[in-house]
Nanobody, 128 residues
Framework: QVQLVESGGGLVQAGGSLRLSCAAS????????MGWFRRAPGKEREVVAA????????YYADFVKGRFTISRDNAKNTVYLQMNSLKPEDTAAYYC?????????????????????WGQGTQVTVSS
């Protein structure tokens, strides 16, 4: 069982930055692929970024490429999402999630339906 706790959300002006953190409980964190997802009001949850267990492979949705960076520190059981050049359309609840699969140490996953564990979410609000 893995428990995930996000932090770092808040209110920021357009063009600003935030760094989200997701702390995971349990052992063998490096075996889990991790992802950040978001859900904006009235919209479905969508993938933002994902990273393999080793940290060697990353994925970014087109709408965050060049602005957001996903990273992980396996020694601290933590995954991060650095968000720069924030836009009002980035306003959403952000969730981290973990997936354990046969190759999740070396591959990332983008489908939310494959993730086994979810955090409670942290709100990001970007004002114009």
């Amino acid at each position: 069982q893995v428990q995930l706790v996000e932090s770092g959300g808040g209110l920021v002006q357009a063009g600003g930055s935030l760094r989200l953190s997701c702390a995971a409980s349990g052992r063998t964190f490096s075996n889990y692929g991790m992802g950040w997802f978001r859900r904006a009001p009235g919209k479905e949850r969508e993938v933002v970024a994902a990273i393999s267990g080793s940290g060697g492979r990353e994925y970014y949705a087109d709408f965050v490429k060049g602005r957001f960076t996903i990273s992980r520190d396996n020694a601290k059981n933590t995954v991060y999402l650095q968000m720069n050049s924030l836009k009002p359309e980035d306003t959403a609840a952000y969730y981290c999630a973990a997936v354990r699969a046969f190759d999740s140490d070396r591959n990332y996953y983008t489908s939310q339906y494959l993730y086994n564990y979810w955090g409670q979410g942290t709100q990001v609000t970007v004002s114009s």
